[in-house]
Nanobody, 121 residues
Framework: QVQLVESGGGLVQAGGSLRLSCAAS????????MAWYRQVSGKQRELVAR???????NYADSVAGRFTITRGNAKNTVYLQMNSLKPEDTAVYYC???????????????WGQGTQVTVSS
């Protein structure tokens, strides 16, 4: 079973930066996109940023210009560089991917376990 393993969350002051990482394990034939979502307790999970196989990106309006999503050289990793963090960025951040496992016939959506990001004012 494919797993997405996240790291890089933590506590930072407003205006600071954090970098989240996510790596996909197991045998993967193709990754169509990788993305970061975030969720505040009691609210819906929302898309933060997504990057496709062709490196096309899109961002939530609330983070555009402050966050940058990139893929690693191995193409099975994704990073989220978060700059100029605000208290309202505080949430659990989840890695997400649409991928095709080796020997599978259909793509599947996979989620990471989540990593907490807390921005203090």
């Amino acid at each position: 079973q494919v797993q997405l393993v996240e790291s890089g969350g933590g506590l930072v002051q407003a205006g600071g930066s954090l970098r989240l990482s996510c790596a996909a394990s197991s045998w993967i034939f193709r990754i169509d996109y990788m993305a970061w979502y975030r969720q505040v307790s009691g609210k819906q999970r929302e898309l933060v940023a997504r990057i496709t196989r062709s490196d096309s990106t899109n961002y939530a309006d609330s983070v555009a210009g402050r966050f940058t999503i990139t893929r690693g050289n191995a193409k099975n990793t994704v990073y989220l560089q978060m700059n100029s963090l605000k208290p309202e960025d505080t949430a659990v951040y989840y890695c997400n991917a649409l991928l095709l496992r080796a020997a599978a016939s259909t793509p599947e959506i996979v989620w990471g376990q989540g990593t907490q990001v807390t921005v203090s004012s």
